[in-house]
């Protein structure tokens, strides 16, 4: 069920935004990103407030995921206008949220988890 929810928020959520998946981009207030980060899908959005970027962002399995565990969280924080958070997903993928000079623009960067090859 949480899967369903997340895969449509993520769905309304594209609609209006600019960063989506594997893309990076630049969102403006209430604009939306949806990122996979290696089994991880991030939707999110945020708002300019109090001179800063009020960011919004829910966590979940990827729904091309099949067999992944269901449970989701929701992650609310503030970033001070040219600040910058990176999160990590258990395999390795990267997401990377920069708040703009005057939190006008989110830039949103997804760098995909890379495949490690067994040595011998």
């Keep these: 069920m949480t899967k369903i929810l997340m895969t449509a928020f993520g769905g309304l959520m594209a609609l209006s935004g600019v960063a ?3 893309e990076q981009g630049s969102v403006a207030p209430m604009g939306a990103f949806v ?3 290696g089994g991880q899908q991030v939707v999110g959005y945020y ?3 109090n001179d800063a970027c009020q960011i919004t962002m829910m966590t979940g399995a990827s729904p091309s995921d099949e067999n ?3 449970q989701s969280s929701r992650i609310r924080f503030a970033l001070a206008p040219m600040g910058s958070a990176t ?5 390795g993928g990267k997401l990377s949220l ?4 005057h939190a006008d623009t989110l830039v949103v960067n997804a760098m995909p988890a890379t495949r490690q090859l067994a040595s011998r």
């Design 20 to 22: 989506l998946a594997g």
């Design 35 to 37: 990122q996979d980060i």
């Design 47 to 49: 708002l300019a407030e």
């Design 68 to 70: 992944a565990d269901p």
């Design 87 to 91: 999160f990590e997903s258990e395999q």
């Design 98 to 101: 920069s708040c703009g000079e």
